[in-house]
């Protein structure tokens, strides 16, 4: 049976970011005290929401990412959405501002986040239709 260590490396390190970006909202929850949702801070809410996009994101796109390797896509496909989604996750992470909707990092961020979900499905499409 083949391994999926494209994938498996990928997720180490989405889970680390995942992990860095839990803690970033646990430390302000415990020194303002806020417990549930962000208490009207607007500190907290932002990275809140770093770390719920991250959350609503990652997921799906690794395990379009396990799929394809699973299928035997090559590993150029699997890097490029890798890729993609590390470099599109990290760009969102810093470019969302509670203030400005519209940072150039943000918008990028988004772009290859989908696009890194777009190479995973074509991965796998050209695997089972070629």
Same mark, same amino acid.
């Given at each position: 049976?083949?391994?999926?260590?494209?994938?498996?490396?990928?997720?180490?390190?989405?889970?680390?970011?995942?992990?860095?970006?839990?803690?970033?909202?646990?430390?302000?929850?415990?020194?303002?005290?806020?417990?549930?949702?962000?208490?009207?801070?607007?500190?907290?809410?932002?990275?809140?929401?770093?770390?719920?996009?991250?959350?609503?994101?990652?997921?799906?796109?690794?395990?379009?990412?396990?799929?394809?390797?699973?299928? #035997?896509? #090559?590993?150029?496909?699997?890097?490029?959405?890798?890729?993609?989604?590390?470099?599109?996750?990290?760009?969102?992470?810093?470019?969302?501002?509670?203030?400005?909707?519209?940072?150039?990092?943000?918008?990028?961020?988004?772009?290859?986040?989908?696009?890194?979900?777009?190479?995973?499905?074509?991965?796998?499409?050209?695997?089972?239709?070629?």
């Amino acid at each position: 049976m083949m391994t999926p260590a494209i994938t498996a490396l990928y997720a180490i390190v989405f889970a680390v970011l995942m992990i860095a970006l839990s803690t970033h909202v646990t430390m302000l929850r415990a020194s303002t005290g806020i417990s549930i949702n962000d208490g009207g801070n607007k500190e907290l809410a932002l990275r809140m929401r770093r770390h719920g996009n991250f959350v609503e994101n990652v997921p799906m796109i690794v395990l379009l990412m396990l799929l394809a390797e699973l299928l #035997g896509s #090559g590993t150029p496909w699997l890097h490029a959405a890798g890729l993609l989604l590390l470099l599109g996750r990290v760009m969102h992470a810093v470019g969302l501002q509670h203030d400005n909707a519209k940072t150039l990092l943000r918008i990028l961020g988004g772009m290859l986040t989908k696009l890194a979900a777009l190479v995973a499905a074509v991965a796998i499409l050209w695997r089972i239709y070629t």
